[in-house]
């Protein structure tokens, strides 16, 4: 059975910083490792990915303030948020993508991150 566990969410005021972790029980560098959001009433997005090559690719809304990066040697992956915004608040996901996917294959249970005004 694969775990994803996330954790380092929690209630920030704006322009705060927080760093969620997600640890898995998967080779992560084998896997396209994502974070995705889901704010209260809308759908979930991706936030942030990272390659198995080690290419990122991030939400346009969150570029220039959150850094996604791992550890493959802990098979951890990060989530390094800054200059937070209320609207940034959301219960955060961790999901890991086989090279051949099309779509996540494992999913965490999420952590909710809160951005107080």
């Known amino acids: 059975q694969v775990q994803v566990v996330e954790s380092g969410g929690g209630l920030v005021e704006a322009g705060g910083s927080l760093r969620l972790s997600c640890a898995a029980s998967i080779n992560i560098f084998m896997h396209r490792m994502g974070w995705y959001r889901q704010p209260p009433g809308k759908q979930r997005a991706l936030v942030a990915e990272?390659?198995?090559?080690?290419?990122?690719n991030y939400a346009d809304s969150v570029k220039g303030r959150f850094t996604i990066s791992r550890d493959n040697a802990k098979n951890t992956l990060y989530l390094q948020m800054n200059s937070l915004k209320p609207e940034d608040t959301a219960v955060y996901y961790c999901?890991?993508?086989?090279?051949?996917?099309?779509?996540?294959?494992?999913w965490g249970q999420g952590t909710q991150v809160t951005v107080s005004s």
């Open positions: 999901a890991a993508t086989k090279v051949w996917s099309p779509s996540p294959d494992y």
């Open positions: 990272v390659t198995s090559g080690g290419s990122t």
